[in-house]
């Protein structure tokens, strides 16, 4: 046997800036279009895949598996993506991440986007980033059933400040028009906070789902005016309005609060509560809700970073990343 280089993938987690809940198909099919903004993040999953000595399969994430059958395998991501990428035993996949998964900054899908980049690049098979990013949705939405959306698999496969509109047929992709000092301004006056709440996003998106599709539900309602706020976040980026589109996030906070005034949600409101009164412009929680990161556009950077540190949240530095998905090695 002749034993190949390591392939390894670095693939960027993400941060939704406005629209976020509106790419799932439950959502857009009905609705004709769902549209968002996202910008990737320099927090990253990497994935090794490289030959094993032997003819089994050994996987290495927060638990080691070594099995002989694909069937054998417990980790449902790594075992469809191996199915469906057609890779036999005799390869070991290891995974490390910059961020804890359950965080709210895409994991699942950047993990599913790294996997497929590695697994492909170790079998010599040319794809590009969107038809990783299309892969990928499959993997989670159609093959494992998952009640996720499409963001999280587009955004880390192509990276950037990007708007995506979803749907029935296509996802377009456009990246976000600035000037180059106001993109400079936004990426140093975004700062996120961790809660050090984790959980499954797939638990906070099932609700989500099961009302998306209702023309007459409140959820149906209430991602009707979020698919707004998508577009209106791509504008006030757009237009240099960086002040007003950080307001913007407080108001996407309160569509998803509304969604689910939960214990958790009213204690987060509260903080967000605090750190506008500390200066910052506007703020909400990232993701799909129920914990994660607080995202807060200031600049007043300096007593927003004393609250939350007397709150006992950690900052995580980010700035933007403009790659997407990459083989490093």
Not at 82 to 97: N, Q
Not at 143 to 154: A, C, I, M, S, T
Request: hydrophobic share 35%; with cysteine; charged share 25%.
């Amino acid at each position: 046997m002749k034993f190949m280089t390591m392939q390894i993938s670095r693939t960027p987690l993400r941060i939704s800036l406005g629209g976020g809940g509106t790419d799932l198909p439950s959502y857009y099919k009905q609705r004709g279009e769902g549209f968002l903004v996202a910008a990737a993040i320099n927090k990253y999953i990497y994935v090794a895949a490289h030959d094993n000595f032997v003819d089994r399969y050994l996987i290495k994430y927060s638990s080691i598996e070594d099995v002989e059958t694909l069937q054998e395998i417990k980790h449902p991501l790594i075992r469809e993506a191996l199915d469906l990428v057609g890779v036999g035993p005799g390869i070991e996949i290891t995974s490390i991440a910059d961020i804890p998964a359950g965080t709210g900054l895409g994991s699942s899908g950047a993990f599913a986007v790294g996997l497929l980049r590695a697994l492909y690049s170790r079998e010599h098979v040319q794809i590009s980033s969107t038809e990783i990013a299309s892969r990928a949705c499959h993997l989670e939405m159609e093959r494992l059933r998952e009640p996720v959306g499409k963001q999280d698999q587009y955004i880390a496969a192509l990276g950037g400040l990007t708007s995506f509109r979803y749907t029935d047929e296509s996802v377009e992709a456009q990246s976000i028009s600035m000037d180059p000092l106001d993109r400079k301004s936004l990426d140093e006056h975004l700062l996120l906070f961790y809660t050090g709440i984790q959980r499954r996003a797939s638990d906070e998106l099932s609700a989500l789902d099961a009302g998306a599709s209702t023309s007459q539900s409140d959820i149906r309602r209430n991602l009707d005016q979020v698919l707004q706020l998508g577009y209106q976040a791509k504008d006030l980026l757009e237009q240099g309005s960086l002040d007003e589109f950080g307001r913007s996030l407080s108001e996407q906070w309160r569509m998803k609060f509304d969604r689910s005034p939960s214990k958790t949600h009213r204690d987060i409101d509260s903080l967000i509560k605090e750190g506008i009164a500390a200066g910052a412009e506007g703020g909400k929680l990232v993701g799909a809700g129920g914990g994660g990161f607080l995202l807060f556009f200031s600049e007043q950077k300096t007593a927003l970073r004393k609250l939350m540190q007397s709150s006992g949240l950690p900052e995580i530095d980010f700035h933007f990343d403009y790659a997407g998905t990459t083989i490093i090695s």
